[in-house]
């Protein structure tokens, strides 16, 4: 038997945190002969702390094989203790009347402190994945955060615009989302995200070639990829949960087990790639392989593509602006 990973998750008692962990529970994060302890982190607040004990208490019920422990705490110390993964879910929500810069401070404050925890009580090799909005930023914080860590190991989640954008362009092409790939998502995990298909290919056929509708791409694809968090809150009254869940999951097991050469989308620090400035939080195509990533180099970048990936990036730049004084 292997030893148990301690996979630490934030927010535990939400929406996405109740998709989530009875999922890496029963393996499906890091597979179905690796053990798990779960080390869950809640706000302080009696009603989180009750609905953390609830869900503790459903996981024990589950009598998962696979699940060797379980740290439910209001202590990120707790919570990070030699944590090999970390799941940071947990974010403060937009409230009425808050604009999107408040919303960018109340989050920086949470990632800065989660950051130096991370920092001072992680695995050194710790695999950090930010899920809470604003995730690209809030990813980028708690990096900054967290100076003795690797810069690298700290990302953010693009899979799920990554996991949209295949479903699209298999419904469009006709064809199964499995035999996809090659598909990108650049910059940041909101509307001016960009996602991109053109070198997306099914069993050997160009998509761009077989779609052949570029109408559909400007007009259809990528407003319908960029807007669908919001039209899933239109539609359900709250965000998306277990679809988010899925595509965290999806990320941690295509970085830790690897990605067998295909494509997957993740936001991490740029290292200067497709002149996206070094650090700044950005969606990349990568492939994984004994638990590192490395981006896909040498795509060309037509005119169009770089207009897009510029307009994600002012919009990364502008929120680490906002939040730069808050960092040393
Ligand atoms: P939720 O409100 O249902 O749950 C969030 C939980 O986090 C709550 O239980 C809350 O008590 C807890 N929490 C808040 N601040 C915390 C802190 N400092 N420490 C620990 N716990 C804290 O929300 P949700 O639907 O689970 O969504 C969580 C976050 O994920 C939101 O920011 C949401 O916008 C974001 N999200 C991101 C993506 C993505 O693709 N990146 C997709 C969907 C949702
Ligand atoms: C999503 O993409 O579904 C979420 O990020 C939307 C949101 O604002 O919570």
Redesign the pocket.
Known sequence: MKNPVRVAV?????????SLLFRIASGEMLGKDQPVILQM???P?E??QA??KGVMMELEDCAFPLLAGMVGT?D?EV?FKDADIALL??????GPGMERKDLLLE?AK?FT??GAALNKVASRDVKVL??????NTNAYIAMKSAPDLKARNFT??????HNRALSQLAGKAGVPVKNIEKLIVWGN?SPTMYPDYRFAHADGVSLKDSINDEAWNRDTFLPTVGKR?AAIIEARG????A??AN??IDHIRDWVLGTDGKWTTMGIPSDGSYGIPMGVMYGFPVTCQDGEYTIVQDLDIDEFSRERMNHTLAELEEERQGVAHLLG
């Open positions: 934030t927010g535990a008692a939400g929406q996405i945190g109740y982190l809640e706000l607040m009603k989180a609905a953390l209001d990120p919570a879910v947990g974010a403060r929500p937009r989050n949470i402190a989660q930010v899920v809470g909005n604003p995730a953010a989640m693009l899979r799920l615009d995990h968090g709250l965000s998306s949960a679809s988010a595509a965290a």
